[in-house]
């Protein structure tokens, strides 16, 4: 059977803002997993690049390290795009319903939401363009 549930306007705002909530800590959550593992790879990279690292696997581990970097940092840009794309559906479902009008807001106006996206995209770009600056760089060197 396919009951329909419906939510008070009180239910469904608590919900709104507990989805918000929670899609807002998977980001975070994200970004802090993505940062402690790229920082065991720029440890890792310095490692292998040392003087003392025979070459054959410095110049393997030289490439492989940023590669993973890169791709760990795009898996990760795509899990907080996947995020924002989540809370701009539960924002359209609570702008649809005449109550919004009644509660306090559950998020921010649409610029204010951009500005505040833009650190959650910007460190997994920053670790991107490191990395492939860093590949650059010991292309040359080697």
């Given at each position: 059977m396919n009951k329909?549930?419906?939510?008070?306007?009180?239910?469904?705002?608590?919900?709104?803002?507990?989805?918000?909530?929670?899609?807002?800590?998977?980001?975070?959550?994200?970004?802090?997993?993505?940062?402690?593992?790229?920082?065991?790879?720029?440890?890792?990279?310095?490692?292998?690049?040392?003087?003392?690292?025979?070459?054959?696997?410095?110049?393997?581990?030289?490439?492989?390290?940023?590669l993973i970097g890169i791709a760990v940092a795009m898996l990760s840009l795509v899990?907080?795009?996947?995020?924002?794309?989540?809370?701009?559906?539960?924002?359209q479902r609570w702008t649809q319903r005449s109550a919004h009008k009644l509660y306090p807001p559950t998020f921010g106006s649409r610029k204010i939401s951009a500005l505040g996206r833009i650190t959650s995209y910007g460190i997994p770009i920053v670790l991107i363009v490191s990395w492939f600056l860093l590949l650059i760089c010991l292309s040359f060197a080697a």
């Open positions: 329909e549930i419906y939510l008070s306007d009180k239910e469904f705002y608590e919900y709104t803002v507990h989805q918000i909530e929670r899609e807002q800590d998977l980001v975070n959550t994200r970004i802090s997993w993505t940062l402690t593992f790229e920082g065991f790879l720029f440890a890792a990279i310095a490692i292998a690049v040392r003087k003392d690292t025979p070459t054959a696997i410095g110049e393997l581990f030289g490439y492989i390290i940023p899990g907080i795009y996947a995020a924002a794309l989540s809370k701009d559906t539960i924002k």
